[in-house]
């Protein structure tokens, strides 16, 4: 298994591939702040349709110009009424730029709200949550909408926290394609972004035994890279995404995909067509 995996992460270590991901905006940027920030509201925006997070993330970037952190820091943001994205209002959208303004003028770094270095990667990203909560109620006066809510996340301690774990291996990480910007946090100790397409192929490829998608299902498909690769084991994340994606994995058996597949040898789905 090890081999296969190792494969596909040299195969997908290829620029050419960032544009099936968020990340790629991030590539835009030089500067460390303008990378974080941008990786940050990428990742929060990261639900949905691809094309429609492609699509308003650009329009927003183009509003937030070539430093979107001096950007932000700078002015009191009031977007075009037109612009808006699925649960967040433009409103929502006004008050959560805004805050992190404030996020940035008195912390510099959003790193800064994810609490001690001693506490693990889950706990760390619910008192983010918590700070940044607490952070858009001083700056609106008012309780986050539903739409915040959601977009922040919730607190829940059961919560899988795809968008921040895939935002956090965005940070850490310091080997392609993630940006290793972020010191507070080991590497090791990420969690599994639980997207669509790693939760069907860790279910075919028997990296999980449960079904319902929460942090305990990211914590067992960790702890089975772990076992592979302890120092790093959210190298596979984005090779394995991808073949979900790119639809090099329908997580049903195709002969032609599956016959090519890197990985049939260990798949459930293709050990059932023999």
Same mark, same amino acid.
């Given at each position: +298994?090890?081999?296969? =995996? ?5 195969? @997908? ?13 991030? @590539? ?17 925006? !990261?639900?949905?349709?691809?094309? &429609?997070?492609? &699509?308003?993330?650009?329009n927003?970037?183009? %509003?937030?110009?070539? #430093?979107?952190?001096?950007? *932000? ?5 009031? =977007? ?10 433009? $409103? ?6 805004? !805050? =992190? ?6 912390? #510099? !770094? %959003?790193? #800064? ?13 619910? %008192? ?10 001083? !700056?609106?006066?008012? &309780? ?6 959601? =977009? ?11 968008? @921040?774990? +895939?935002?956090?291996?965005? +940070?850490?990480?310091d ?11 080991k ?29 305990? +299902?990211?914590? $067992? *498909? ?7 690769n302890? #120092?790093?084991p ?20 195709? $002969? @032609? ?6 990985l049939?040898?260990?798949?459930? %789905?293709?050990?059932l067509?023999?």
């Open positions: +298994m090890k081999l296969a =995996l190792d494969n596909l992460v040299y195969k @997908y270590s290829n620029k050419d591939y960032l544009y099936s991901d968020p990340i790629e905006f991030c @590539y835009k940027f030089k500067k460390k702040e303008d990378i974080e920030i941008i990786g940050f509201i990428s990742a929060l925006f !990261s639900y949905g349709n691809v094309n &429609s997070i492609r &699509s308003f993330l650009n927003l970037f183009n %509003i937030l110009g070539s #430093s979107p952190y001096s950007f *932000i820091k700078k002015n009191n943001i009031k =977007l075009p009424k037109n612009l808006y994205y699925r649960f967040q209002t433009n $409103e929502d959208l006004n008050v959560f730029l805004n !805050s =992190l303004r404030i996020v940035i003028n008195e912390f #510099s !770094s %959003i790193e #800064s709200l994810f609490g001690e270095e001693n506490f693990s990667t889950h706990q760390r990203i619910l %008192i983010f949550q918590e700070n940044l909560k607490k952070i858009i109620c001083v !700056s609106s006066k008012i &309780s986050p909408s539903d739409g915040l809510k959601f =977009l922040i996340g919730s607190c829940n301690k059961n919560s899988a926290n795809k968008r @921040y774990n +895939m935002f956090l291996r965005w +940070m850490v990480r080997e392609f394609p993630d940006l290793g910007i972020y010191s507070s946090f590497k090791e100790n990420l969690l599994y972004p639980l997207d669509t397409h790693i939760v069907k192929i860790s279910k075919i490829l028997g990296f999980t035994k449960r079904n319902t998608i929460n942090n305990k +299902m990211s914590e $067992e *498909i960790t702890n089975y890279f772990k076992k592979i302890p #120092s790093d959210l190298i596979y994340d984005f090779p394995l995404s991808r073949l979900g994606i790119l639809k090099y994995c329908k997580t049903e058996y195709n $002969e @032609y995909i599956c016959k090519k597949c890197e049939k040898n260990f798949c459930s %789905i293709y050990a067509s023999l």
